[in-house]
């Protein structure tokens, strides 16, 4: 590999998550109390539709039942 393109390559590097959170700073949702003002992004959201799924993966064959007990919301206290 030559001096250029080992240079470019680390230029790239660098620019290019430079790029990404530019790109999604400028994206997003807006807020319901800010019409019309700049739009608010929230990096979990991104997360939960990235992961989104209808339902169990059908090679599963009903054995994600296990987990059932565990789905929904809990209530935890900790103590370290």
């Known amino acids: 590999m030559t001096k250029n393109a080992v240079t470019r390559l680390i230029a790239v590097g ?13 994206k997003g ?3 319901p109390g ?6 608010v992004t929230d990096p979990r959201l991104d997360m ?12 599963l064959d009903g054995q994600e039942k ?4 565990l789905v929904g919301t809990w209530d935890v206290e900790y103590t370290d």
């Open 14 to 26: 660098l620019l290019a998550p430079f790029c990404l959170s530019w790109a999604s700073l400028s």
């Open 29 to 31: 949702v807006s807020s």
């Open 34 to 39: 800010n019409s019309g003002k700049a739009l």
């Open 48 to 59: 939960i539709t990235a992961l989104k799924a209808m339902g169990p993966h059908p090679s």
């Open 66 to 69: 296990v987990f059932g007990r």
